[in-house]
């Protein structure tokens, strides 16, 4: 079972950037395609990105692509999340999630989870 801890969040104006980072203990983070997903307040838990094993393949919602950028580090067991261009919008705690099947856009398809990190991005 592997185990995910979200770091990175915090307060930022509108067009500012942030990194995420969500760093994996207890199995190698290779064996497991990632994903991050958020959720505002009132709101489903919603699909950002995802990344195969290899990192090879990644997959974004639309309402981020172009602004945001998912990438792994097999060898660091780390995946991160750069986002640029933040608007009011992003504004959401942001999960990292772990798979033992293929990246998907779908949340149930994540076994593990992280606790979250804040990320508030103000006009």
């Known amino acids: 079972q592997v185990q995910l801890i979200e770091s990175g969040g915090g307060l930022v104006q509108a067009g500012g950037s942030l990194r995420l980072s969500c760093a994996a203990s207890?199995?190698?983070?290779?064996?497991?395609?990632m994903g991050w997903f958020r959720q505002a307040p009132g709101k489903e838990r919603e699909f950002v990105a995802a990344?195969?094993?290899?990192?090879?393949?990644?997959y974004y919602a639309d309402s981020v692509k172009g602004r945001f950028t998912i990438s792994r580090d097999n060898a660091k067991n780390m995946v991160y999340l750069q986002m640029n261009s933040l608007e009011p919008e992003d504004t959401a705690v942001y999960y990292c999630?772990?798979?033992?099947?293929?990246?998907?856009?779908?949340?149930?398809?994540?076994?593990?989870w992280g606790q979250g990190t804040q990320v508030t991005v103000s006009s």
């Open positions: 990344i195969s094993w290899t990192g090879g393949t990644t």
């Open positions: 207890g199995r190698t983070l290779s064996s497991y395609a």
């Open positions: 999630a772990g798979t033992r099947s293929n990246a998907s856009s779908r949340k149930s398809m994540y076994n593990y």
